[in-house]
């Protein structure tokens, strides 16, 4: 049966300031109700396929479980990478997560990026039941999209003659790089040049095959790192001290600009990476002006924007062709022909120490979420939002003091050795250096303002004692 493995790695700069590092765009609903991460899921459905492998960030893996608990969706493993090393390991890592769980079976791959849009899932099913006789037959088959402009922010892949292993796949002539405007339109003339995807599908022995040929220190690494794997909760926690001894390479560089195997499907399906600002506008519907709005905006005389309000309205007159972002914490404004330089603002904010490349102004937590309302010289304020059943770990604090109050909802309270209830409109105080726990018992959301007050309030300022979500010793 054929295994999907979903790489949810990656932080999405360019769509700053929506994605952020621990919060990128796979993890946001960009294009619908759902996040890119759960279509990328749902996407499947139809397939006949097991469970999927997941590959992702150490630091986002109770986002990625809790969207696809929402799903109901089951998963074989959740592989957590330490740190990215791109996506030749990250697909060593979870092939080898497959073949522990395939009971001597070769399973079928079908790796797919998280972060992609696809809006014709029948024809995307049925390029990978194309590539299916392929890949029995030991091919490793990468699906190319069908250009309908002459892009220059992807690669591109030339497609040679009718492979024989089946009808509907060609040999691959080459790899060419992200070209120039007048090449890309040179390619697009051609008919012979489709867009490098980031898909593939092969079977998990055959990729590690060949990933020993052409990148042997890769393979050793990764075998090494998950044979030393610790299992955490749900998750599967590659041993970060071998795996930091793995280089970093693409699978392109790595095996398929190598390997004699590889074949190409072409695919025309709506597709697109939502790379940037002015992709997200091409993906989504837009109205008659051309401009695509999501929350609170109002345009008068304005043409062929995006437009998005996260917290306050947003208002435009006579604004063409730009991009305007509103959230919480930050407001981007710029072309769209500009949306490119935004990783420049990203590393800028990171080389000032600023916050707002990694974290946004809510954080989300496996117990829930705190948002930043407030804050000042020895003070914040938050507001604390704890999912019914969920606990925050027994913590205490060297350096700050807190206040609770109940806006809504039933809080089980540890303070010292004390355990009580607060209901709404009640409040407790938690003084420096006393140990304190939150846990919502009900069946409803608990909300809660917290007032903090000290000479530190960084979050670092957590000592954990116990913690329901394998959490102690960390921050996070």
Same mark, same amino acid.
């Given at each position: =049966?054929?295994?999907?493995?979903?790489?949810?790695?990656?932080?999405?700069?360019?769509?700053?300031?929506?994605?952020?590092?621990?919060?990128?765009?796979?993890?946001?609903?960009?294009?619908?109700?759902?996040?890119?991460?759960?279509?990328?899921?749902?996407?499947?459905?139809?397939?006949?396929?097991?469970?999927?492998?997941?590959? %992702?960030?150490?630091?986002?893996?109770?986002?990625?479980?809790?969207?696809?608990?929402?799903?109901?969706?089951?998963?074989?493993?959740?592989?957590?990478?330490?740190?990215?090393?791109?996506?030749?390991?990250?697909?060593?890592?979870?092939?080898?997560?497959?073949?522990? =769980?395939?009971?001597?079976?070769?399973?079928?791959?079908?790796?797919?990026?998280?972060?992609?849009?696809?809006?014709?899932?029948?024809?995307?099913?049925?390029?990978?039941?194309?590539?299916?006789?392929?890949?029995?037959?030991?091919?490793?088959?990468?699906?190319?999209?069908?250009?309908?402009?002459?892009?220059? +922010?992807?690669?591109?892949?030339?497609? +040679?003659?009718?492979?024989?292993?089946?009808?509907?796949?060609?040999?691959?002539?080459?790899?060419?790089?992200?070209?120039?405007?007048?090449?890309?339109?040179?390619?697009?003339?051609?008919?012979?040049?489709?867009?490098?995807?980031?898909?593939?599908?092969?079977?998990?022995?055959?990729?590690?095959?060949?990933?020993?040929?052409?990148?042997?220190?890769?393979?050793?690494?990764?075998?090494?790192?998950?044979?030393?794997?610790? *299992?955490?909760?749900?998750?599967?926690?590659?041993?970060?001290?071998?795996?930091?001894? %793995?280089?970093?390479?693409?699978?392109?560089?790595?095996?398929?600009?190598?390997?004699?195997?590889?074949?190409?499907?072409?695919?025309?399906?709506?597709? *697109?990476?939502?790379?940037?600002?002015?992709?997200?506008?091409?993906? %989504?519907?837009?109205?008659?002006?051309?401009?695509? *709005?999501?929350?609170?905006?109002?345009?008068?005389?304005?043409?062929?924007?995006?437009?998005?309000?996260?917290?306050?309205?947003?208002?435009?007159?006579?604004?063409?062709?730009?991009?305007?972002?509103?959230?919480?914490?930050?407001?981007?404004?710029?072309?769209?022909?500009?949306?490119?330089?935004?990783?420049?603002?990203?590393?800028?904010?990171?080389?000032?120490?600023?916050?707002?490349?990694?974290?946004?102004?809510?954080?989300?937590?496996?117990?829930?979420?705190?948002?930043?309302?407030?804050?000042?010289?020895?003070?914040?304020?938050?507001?604390?939002?704890?999912?019914?059943?969920?606990?925050?770990?027994?913590?205490?604090?060297?350096?700050?003091?807190?206040?609770?109050?109940?806006?809504? +909802?039933?809080?089980?309270?540890?303070?010292?050795?004390?355990?009580?209830?607060?209901?709404?409109?009640?409040?407790?105080?938690?003084?420096?250096?006393?140990?304190?726990?939150?846990?919502?018992?009900?069946?409803?959301?608990?909300?809660?303002?917290?007032?903090?007050?000290?000479?530190?309030?960084?979050?670092?300022?957590?000592?954990?004692?116990?913690?329901?979500? +394998?959490?102690?010793?960390?921050?996070?």
């Amino acid at each position: =049966m054929l295994t999907p493995v979903i790489l949810s790695g990656g932080a999405g700069t360019r769509l700053w300031p929506l994605s952020r590092e621990l919060y990128p765009k796979q993890l946001l609903a960009l294009t619908g109700e759902r996040t890119m991460l759960q279509q990328t899921a749902l996407r499947l459905s139809g397939l006949a396929a097991a469970s999927p492998v997941v590959v %992702c960030n150490d630091a986002h893996r109770f986002l990625v479980a809790e969207q696809l608990r929402q799903l109901k969706m089951d998963t074989r493993a959740v592989v957590l990478e330490p740190f990215g090393r791109n996506t030749a390991p990250a697909i060593a890592l979870a092939a080898v997560a497959a073949l522990k =769980m395939a009971a001597g079976e070769d399973p079928e791959l079908l790796v797919l990026p998280a972060d992609h849009v696809i809006r014709d899932v029948g024809a995307f099913q049925k390029a990978v039941r194309t590539a299916l006789p392929a890949v029995q037959q030991g091919k490793l088959v990468t699906f190319g999209i069908v250009p309908s402009a002459p892009e220059t +922010g992807y690669g591109y892949i030339q497609r +040679g003659s009718e492979s024989a292993a089946a009808a509907g796949l060609f040999q691959i002539a080459r790899f060419v790089e992200k070209p120039d405007l007048e090449r890309a339109q040179q390619f697009l003339q051609s008919g012979d040049y489709l867009w490098n995807s980031g898909m593939f599908m092969f079977r998990a022995g055959r990729y590690l095959q060949e990933l020993e040929k052409f990148a042997p220190q890769i393979a050793r690494v990764c075998r090494a790192a998950f044979e030393n794997a610790a *299992s955490d909760l749900d998750f599967m926690r590659i041993d970060a001290k071998t795996f930091e001894n %793995c280089p970093s390479d693409s699978i392109d560089y790595a095996v398929m600009e190598k390997t004699s195997d590889a074949v190409v499907v072409p695919l025309d399906a709506g597709w *697109s990476d939502v790379g940037s600002w002015s992709a997200l506008h091409d993906a %989504c519907d837009a109205d008659r002006h051309g401009n695509v *709005s999501r929350g609170d905006v109002i345009s008068e005389d304005s043409n062929g924007n995006y437009l998005y309000a996260e917290s306050r309205l947003v208002a435009t007159v006579g604004l063409q062709d730009h991009v305007v972002v509103e959230t919480k914490d930050a407001v981007l404004v710029a072309p769209k022909d500009r949306v490119q330089d935004v990783k420049k603002l990203v590393t800028r904010l990171k080389e000032a120490g600023r916050y707002e490349h990694s974290l946004h102004r809510e954080v989300f937590r496996p117990w829930g979420s705190y948002d930043s309302i407030e804050n000042g010289e020895r003070f914040q304020v938050k507001r604390l939002k704890v999912k019914p059943g969920a606990t925050l770990s027994l913590q205490m604090h060297h350096h700050r003091a807190e206040h609770w109050i109940v806006v809504s +909802g039933t809080a089980r309270i540890t303070r010292g050795e004390e355990v009580f209830l607060l209901e709404e409109n009640q409040s407790t105080y938690i003084p420096i250096g006393v140990k304190h726990r939150i846990e919502n018992p009900g069946m409803i959301p608990l909300h809660i303002i917290e007032v903090q007050s000290g000479s530190y309030l960084g979050e670092d300022d957590i000592v954990r004692f116990d913690d329901r979500y +394998g959490r102690k010793g960390t921050t996070n």
